[in-house]
């Protein structure tokens, strides 16, 4: 039996086409749900949970609990430890996929020997792959991976005849994916996507948690986010309440916690204002691919909602707002991705079912190039091979030039995954080594072919004359700094300074998120510190104050960091750090950056974007990095990076600092000024070179 699986960041569904009614149909798991929880649970005694049971040891506290795990996907600093094993996302999601096949087989009493797996449309090449390895290692046939919005597309346009272009907003649990399709006759064509890979309805939970602890705090003193069951217990809890305020206009929450209860009212308005800067974030996604395609609201037939998380009644209210266009609240909200998937699994492999000639084509979400060197062969940059929003699968070939004092017969590849020219913001996806070519010493050319396969996989080949080379993958270096250099100096030349200006913002919000700062700051200055690395420290509020200036010990710096307490600097942020730190930065040679940290609402908002403009005048790096209440719109408008507005959420906090600490490292500091070749601050991963 081949059947489609939805592997969702919350929740998890499996569906089948059935021949008989030519209609798809959920496999109910062995409660009889249609949807099961995307939770495991290690228990103390060796025993695992995954599914209903892990989902109430979740709510009970019990265990170590593994979930929202799929947002970790293809990265394996994700991990999960318990009882002396250590878990990836790719392991974890082979548990869950292991449970719903064997729940689904019990149930349909049929076996399962082929699946379509869905995935977020922005995922890149390494959450593809790891997802296909997880689906593999449960002894089935990975047929296709097929993007989610694409699926709901699919099950929403079956048998339909109209002809209408559609944006799927897909607002899942943990992943947030804007996809516009063009429907006719049943036949859908993407046209784009994009999408943020960690934002979700876990987000609008979180928000919930972030209010009943606050008005606990100030009620008793203590935070019931520091005790682990405890909080557990509110983040089930808070998916619930979620779903309680779109059908009420409040609703009520007791906590309990070191003897204290405390019961608080939440207004649907409350928590309207509390997340509007989520949604805008959304928002930011739709026109950035309206920019990408040249099109606009107008454009737009529907809105079609799709995943759990748009049962929301702001949703639809924003969106129709925002976009003034009908907005479908789909039947199958939470289920259609698995029916698409279902569907594509049918006439996927098939010609003889009785499903009736459907035609999808699809696009990827990034563009796909190799390193190579600029014109004037004093940079290395991003050769794009093949554009973001091109229709897959597709090939593209393109000649390169071998240094004619390369007579080795051997070059090496990378291969780069991203838009920016600046090879340092780009994801590494594949180092390949090309031999069998013959050199004359002239300069020879041959051709690279990169191809994006149906599922989004990257592959490589290589030609000369004609004729196939051979390629062979080979281990990325870690060291790879040697792309900043100068392609002919690579090595040379004195190091850098740089100059980083921290700015910690001290009001009152932020004492619950204070001791978990002060550990990721104290590491992120650990790891850029260097004899030519000079910090300087600034806490803020409704005034600024100076907590150190430049110094290149970092030791300074982490004493000043164990003394940081809030509200020192008044309890509000009506103060904007970045013209002290400017100053602070002038007339130093080197590399200029200034990072803030916020988790609020700032009070003087245009002198801000003022300053931000004055540091972007004195090449000056702005990097805003948001948690909590920040508004991601205002992040952007500070930054002066590209990509510099990293809004994350606090236990996401020392990633976020890891990637700026990559950058700093790397030198891929630059002032946003144009489109094209300024550097930006991308994810921190750097791979590529093509000599």
């Not at 974030?281 to 748009?310: H, P, Q, R, Y």
């Amino acid at each position: 039996m081949k059947v489609g699986i939805d592997l969702g960041t919350t929740y998890s569904t499996v569906a089948k086409y059935d021949k008989k009614t030519s209609r798809p149909e959920i496999i109910n798991n062995k409660f009889e749900k249609e949807l099961t929880p995307s939770v495991i649970c290690f228990l103390d005694n060796g025993e695992i949970l995954i599914g209903e049971d892990a989902k109430d040891m979740q709510a009970g506290g019990a265990g170590t609990i593994a979930a929202s795990f799929k947002r970790g996907m293809g990265d394996n600093s994700f991990t999960v430890e318990s009882n002396g094993k250590v878990y990836t996302a790719e392991d974890l999601s082979a548990m869950l996929l292991k449970k719903l096949i064997k729940d689904a087989e019990e149930k349909s009493g049929e076996k399962i020997d082929s699946v379509v797996i869905t995935v977020p449309a922005y995922f890149n090449d390494f959450q593809r792959t790891a997802t296909i390895r997880a689906g593999e290692a449960c002894g089935v046939k990975v047929m296709k991976i097929i993007n989610e919005p694409t699926a709901a597309a699919i099950s929403y346009g079956y048998n339909r005849e109209s002809n209408k272009t559609v944006m799927v907003y897909d607002l899942g649990g943990g992943t947030f994916d804007v996809t516009i399709v063009k429907v006719n006759k049943g036949n859908i064509q993407v046209v784009g996507t994009d999408g943020n890979h960690i934002l979700g309805g876990k987000d609008w939970d979180a928000a919930i948690v972030k209010f009943v602890c606050e008005q606990f705090l100030e009620e008793y003193g203590v935070d019931p986010r520091d005790d682990e069951p405890t909080k557990n217990e509110m983040i089930v809890a808070s998916e619930n309440y979620k779903k309680v305020l779109t059908k009420t206009d409040s609703v009520t929450i007791q906590v309990r916690h070191e003897g204290y209860t405390g019961k608080y009212t939440l207004t649907r308005e409350q928590f309207n204002m509390r997340t509007q800067f989520l949604l805008s974030a959304t928002k930011d996604v739709c026109m950035k691919l309206f920019a990408d395609l040249g099109m606009n609201w107008s454009d737009i037939d529907e809105v079609l909602l799709v995943g759990g998380s748009t049962r929301m009644p702001q949703v639809t209210e924003f969106l129709k707002k925002v976009s003034g266009r009908p907005v479908i609240d789909h039947a199958d909200t939470d289920l259609a991705v698995a029916k698409g998937a279902a569907i594509t699994s049918e006439f996927y492999c098939s010609t003889s079912t009785g499903v009736r000639d459907v035609q999808i084509t699809d696009v990827t979400a990034h563009s796909l190039g190799a390193l190579s060197v600029s014109p004037g062969g004093d940079r290395y940059i991003n050769e794009i091979m093949i554009k973001r929003n091109s229709k897959v699968p597709t090939s593209v070939r393109k000649p390169f030039k071998i240094d004619p004092g390369n007579m080795t017969s051997v070059i090496e590849v990378f291969t780069l995954q991203g838009e920016s020219r600046v090879p340092l913001d780009c994801y590494v996806l594949a180092r390949v080594v090309i031999t069998g070519f013959y050199n004359s010493g002239e300069g020879t050319l041959i051709d690279i072919e990169y191809n994006y396969d149906e599922n989004g996989v990257v592959r490589v080949s290589a030609f000369q004359n004609g004729q196939p080379l051979q390629v062979d993958s080979q281990p990325v270096p870690d060291d790879i700094t040697w792309m900043n250099d100068p392609p002919k100096d690579r090595g040379s030349g004195a190091p850098i300074a740089k100059n980083v200006v921290l700015c910690i913002d001290l009001s009152r919000s932020m004492r619950n998120s204070l001791e978990e700062v002060r550990k990721v700051i104290n590491d992120f200055v650990m790891t850029v510190a260097g004899d030519n690395t000079k910090f300087g420290l600034i806490g803020f509020g409704d005034k600024v104050g100076i907590m150190r200036d430049m110094t290149s010990d970092p030791n300074t710096i982490v004493a000043a960091l164990d003394g940081l307490k809030v509200n020192v600097y008044g309890r509000g942020t009506d103060a904007c750090p970045l013209g002290t730190a400017s100053m602070m930065l002038s007339n130093r040679p080197g590399g200029k950056m200034i990072v803030v940290l916020t988790d609020g609402i700032w009070g003087k908002r245009d002198f801000a974007v003022g300053e931000a403009n004055i540091c972007r005048n004195a090449k000056t790096a702005v990097v805003a990095v948001g948690i909590g209440d920040a508004d991601w719109g205002f992040l952007k408008q500070i930054s002066t990076v590209e990509e510099g507005a990293m809004y994350t959420t606090l236990d996401r906090l020392g990633e976020t600092f890891s990637t700026i600490a990559t950058a700093l490292n790397t030198g891929s500091m630059g002032v946003r000024e144009s489109a094209g070749d300024t550097a930006r601050l991308g994810t921190g991963e750097i791979r590529g070179r093509i000599r």
